[in-house]
């Protein structure tokens, strides 16, 4: 059985950073993070290949989000620099046995764990 299970979420001031996990078990995936601010879709903010080699940013958050993963403790870190208040969210964590191309995709067949709270103050 799948599970993932984020964590490192809460109140951060503008200007912050934080680190946000998601240890994962039950396979091998593709991993990524999404985020879905209030009134808004979910949208990724980044993926990573099983073996690190390939991640993606989207251009709204490239130089400021830096995704990693430790194979070793089933984890990925997503971590937010220089946070700003239209960062806030409900950020999530997503898994797939497929590439990085279907979790930017359509994310069809992912996992999903419940997601981890992130409020930004100005």
Known sequence: Q?????SGGGL?????SLRLSC???GGRFSMG???QAPGKEREIVAAISLSSSS?????????RFTISRDNAKNTVYLHIDSLKPEDTAVYY???SVLTTAHIR???GACYWGKGT???VSS
């Open 33 to 35: 993070w999404f985020r």
């Open 55 to 63: 991640t993606y940013y989207p251009d709204d958050v490239k130089g």
């Open 23 to 25: 240890a994962a078990s």
């Open 2 to 6: 799948v599970q993932l299970v984020e």
């Open 117 to 119: 709270l992130v409020t």
């Open 12 to 16: 951060v001031q503008a200007g912050g």
């Open 93 to 95: 964590c997503a898994a």
């Open 105 to 107: 995709g359509s994310c």
